[in-house]
């Protein structure tokens, strides 16, 4: 078995949508959950996808997070050639909205299952992440239940 470098492999489909997995990286951080981000697109470099995705699961890794616009088949790419859990985070910026890419993510054949956060979801993503992760890290738990000890007193204003 290969080096763990991480905990979670966050691929996007074009380094135009950086900013927002970026966003996604700066959770996992903050919740202690080491993190690579890669550009790698399902239709104009599928061999890095199955290489990237191979590799982060051969290293010990625990969890695919895939970022991709228009006919997002990046998340379905990577589930299909892992065991890992697959978190599919659609963007918008398509004539459609994000639809597109929502639909695409959502809607996968039985066998390759792939979790879906709404469109532009990258929080949620990064969050889902994390939980996966705590089911066998106490820290990254307590960093969990913080988190959201944190958003209630925003909320509240306390």
Known sequence: MAKKTSEVLILVGSKNDLPVV?????????????????????????????TLVREHAAAGGSVVIAAAGLANHLAGAAAARTLLPVIGVPLGGSPLGGLDALLSTVQMPPGVP???????????????????????????????ADHREKMRRESTGE
């Open 22 to 50: 970026e966003k996604c990286a700066a959770i996992l951080g903050e919740l202690g959950v080491s993190c690579e981000l890669k550009v790698a697109s399902a239709h104009r470099s599928p061999e890095r996808v199955e």
């Open 114 to 144: 792939v979790a879906t956060v709404g469109i532009g979801g990258a929080a949620n993503a990064a969050l889902l992440a994390a939980r996966i992760v705590a089911l066998r890290d106490a820290g990254v738990r307590r960093a969990l």
